[in-house]
């Protein structure tokens, strides 16, 4: 898309085959993927994929590939071993990359859902921690938690349809304190990016509210006279 500024190319015609094929640009991209992808390994799941199946397979990235950053998308996606109810599939599994991380010292990102909406008096605007799927045991063992939702109320309203809005919210960072702050950014489905500048807001726990952040303005230094 940046080579050739064709900027309505998508996933789907890119398969199929089904765009401008410039022999240049093809050949230039693919020298530019084959040097991102320089010591990324991926992992298909396969039938019956289950938590021993992910902790062989991270013991193996680190001591055999060097990994050193593991992206498990999605948590929800790896099975239950015989015998296990949901909330204790769930609790073993996020024990189970804790105990692989702090033994092999990499880096873990688990990816998971959120339940889908439920409508009350107060609709939640920035999901919560409690809004994820399955069992609590993902956040209250997680060091860090962040949320990324989309700005449903700006998105249907916004009148350019190629930006879109989402909510971008740490809810919970065990080292360094976390505040009441969300971010909403703006992607460009164009360009296939998101702008560097965005908006702060404060948010409250359930997620029901949020607020325009303002910074506040710097008193002017009072000059001294000796």
């Not at 190319?9 to 993927?33: H, I």
């Not at 204790?88 to 804790?98: A, E, F, Q, S």
């Not at 989402?166 to 990016?193: E, H, P, S, Y």
Request: glycine share 4%; net charge neutral; hydrophobic share 35%.
């Amino acid at each position: 898309m940046e080579l050739t500024r064709d900027y309505s190319l998508n996933l789907r015609d890119f398969a199929s085959g089904n765009f401008y094929k410039s022999a240049v640009a093809l050949k230039e991209s693919e020298e530019y993927a084959e040097k991102c992808f320089a010591g990324i390994n991926i992992v298909t799941r396969k039938s019956n994929y289950d938590t021993e199946e992910l902790k062989e397979g991270i013991i193996n990235a680190v001591e055999n590939k060097g990994s050193k950053l593991i992206i498990i998308d999605h948590l929800d996606f790896i099975d239950k071993l015989e015998k296990e109810t949901d909330n204790g599939h769930v609790l073993n599994l996020m024990k189970t990359i804790r105990n692989v991380q702090s033994a092999f010292k990499v880096a873990v990102v688990a990816v998971s859902h959120l339940r889908k909406p439920v409508y009350s008096k107060e609709s939640v605007i920035i999901p919560s921690m409690d809004e994820f799927y399955g069992s609590k045991s993902k956040c209250d063992i997680a060091t860090a938690v962040v949320v990324l939702a989309p700005d449903d109320s700006e998105n249907m309203n916004y009148s350019v349809r190629s930006l879109r809005f989402t909510w971008c919210c740490v809810r919970k960072l065990r080292m360094g304190g976390i505040d009441n702050l969300a971010a909403r950014l703006v992607f460009d489905c164009q360009t296939g990016k998101y702008a560097e500048e965005y908006q702060l807001y404060k948010v409250n726990y359930s997620g029901t509210k949020a607020e325009l952040f303002e910074t506040p303005k710097k008193e002017p230094e009072q000059k001294k006279i000796y």
